[in-house]
Structures are given as structure tokens and as C-alpha cells.
């Protein structure tokens, strides 16, 4: 969720300014004294699918879940997979090629909803919130979510919510960014309004303790490589196919830009 420098209009209150971040200074400032409502969040979300399509995961394929991808490679493809933040279903679409059919996709912006239903035909479309799961109790093998968990104002109550629609046993597979990368880069990159759409990022050690209070005991499976959205975000140019080719798979999860998670209802 980076873009280059430029003068831009804010996404909620449409005043102009120059920089990378997505809000001006003074709604920063409002969210960082309160929390954003649901309608606000969406509000947000769709903005940046209309304002900033080049980035939005409604309409490009930009970070993949690799390594979670290699972990659904081995499963049985009758199982049920529920995708939270599908955005425009390209991960749905990569589960569909692999031999999945029970396939859900729920996002809060309306505006995925029409593309995913385009791209992942036979997919359930549903617009709603990941810390409200319009789903019965134990009613859903595989849960998944790529770049979500770190979106979500109350992480521990979308947790206890996936815990509650997943059967004993079940899988919720996500990737998220990590803290202790990502917070010292945003910084850095000049983007004061992180904690707007990123309030909920985690060290590795912090994800495996809130999830064992939600009832997953939990992994780290490594990324084979860099994402393309990753690599955009590499500041010099010619170095990006060099960064492309780093083993990062090899590096211990609290050096991965990016942790991919198997986490299993106990
Ligand atoms: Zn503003």
C-alpha cells in the first residue's frame, strides 16, 4: 500500500497535499485520537480502489501468498475455503486453478465484489467485516486471508471469529506484514498515516501469543521469493531484479518482511 510521491487529494476529506501517505495531516491526526467506524474503513477502501487502481487488490495480482500458496498445494481439494479481503478474487481465482470448487469471498469494499464475481466464477461474493463473519459456528474447513489482519482495528475479536466459524482442526492460513520491518519503513518512506489502514501489525512472537489466546497453535512457512508489490517497494530501481532472486525463505521469520502464518484450531 505505497505509492510514489505526488500531489494527491486525500481519500476521506479530499483536501489536496504533496507526499506518499494516503490521508492529509489532519485527518492522520483525527484517527490517531479515535477509532474509525466500519462505514469510515469502507469509505476508505473504496476510495482507493477508484482513486489508486494501479495498487488496489481489486484489480491486480500484486502479492501472492507463496508460501501459504506451497501449503494448499498438499490439501484435499473437496475442502471448503472461505477468503477474507478477497479484493478482486485473484487469490481465489490461483485456488480455483489449483482444484478448489467450494470457494467464498467476502470483502468490506463494494467495489471488489463485482470484479470477483467476474474473475472466480462459481464463487460465493459477500460483502461484509472479518470481525463479523456472517457464517454458523464450525461451518468452514479453510479460512485465508493475504494483507488483511494488519487492516483490522480489533485483531483478537476477528481471531475469536474465525476460530468460531472454522470446524475442530481447521486451518486459517494469512500473510501479513512484519512489524518490526514494516513500521521503521513506513517511517522512513514519510507515511505519518499508517496507523489509518495498517492499525494492527505484529513481531512474529506477538502473533503466535494472540493466537494462542484465540485457541490456534501456529507456524511460519517461508515466502520461495520478493512479491511484485514487495519489489516495488525496493527505492532503487535497478536493484529490483537483484532483490528478486534473494533467497528470503532462508531468513528467520522476524526477518521476513512479510509472515505467513498456518495456524491451526486446536
Ligand atoms: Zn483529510
Redesign the pocket.
Known amino acids: 500500500m505505497v505509492v510514489e510521491r505526488s500531489r494527491r487529494c ?6 489536496a497535499f504533496v507526499g506518499r501517505a494516503f ?6 491526526a483525527r484517527y490517531r485520537r479515535e477509532l474509525p467506524s466500519p462505514a469510515v474503513r469502507r469509505q476508505f477502501y473504496e476510495a482507493v480502489d477508484r482513486t489508486y487502481p494501479g495498487w488496489a487488490n481489486t484489480y491486480g495480482d500484486h502479492n501472492l501468498p507463496r508460501g501459504l500458496l506451497r501449503v494448499l498445494e498438499s490439501l484435499p481439494r473437496h475442502l471448503s475455503i472461505l477468503e477474507l479481503g478477497a479484493g478482486g478474487g485473484f487469490l481465489l481465482q490461483a485456488l480455483q486453478r489449483l482444484g478448489f470448487h467450494t470457494l467464498i469471498g467476502l470483502d468490506l469494499a463494494r467495489t471488489a465484489l463485482e470484479p470477483l464475481r467476474q474473475r472466480v466464477r462459481g464463487a460465493l461474493a459477500v460483502c461484509g467485516d472479518a470481525e463479523r463473519l456472517p457464517f454458523a459456528d464450525e461451518s468452514l474447513d479453510i479460512v485465508i486471508s493475504s494483507d488483511l489482519v494488519e487492516h483490522l482495528p480489533d485483531p483478537d475479536r476477528h481471531f475469536q471469529e474465525v476460530a468460531r466459524v472454522l470446524q475442530p482442526g481447521g486451518l486459517y492460513l494469512f500473510k501479513t506484514p512484519n512489524r518490526l520491518l514494516a513500521v521503521p519503513y513506513y517511517r522512513l518512506a514519510g507515511l505519518y498515516d499508517y496507523h489509518f489502514w495498517h492499525p494492527s501489525m505484529f513481531s512474529p512472537g506477538d502473533l503466535r501469543a494472540r493466537l494462542s489466546a484465540s485457541g490456534f497453535a501456529c507456524r511460519f512457512v517461508a515466502q520461495p521469493g520478493l512479491t511484485p508489490a514487495q519489489l516495488r517497494k525496493v527505492p532503487i530501481r535497478a536493484l529490483r531484479p537483484l532483490a528478486g532472486r534473494l533467497p528470503i525463505g532462508r531468513l528467520p521469520p522476524w526477518l521476513r518482511p512479510h509472515l505467513e502464518v498456518v495456524a491451526r484450531r486446536c
Open positions: 486525500c481519500l476521506l476529506c479530499g483536501a490521508l492529509c495531516r489532519g485527518c492522520a
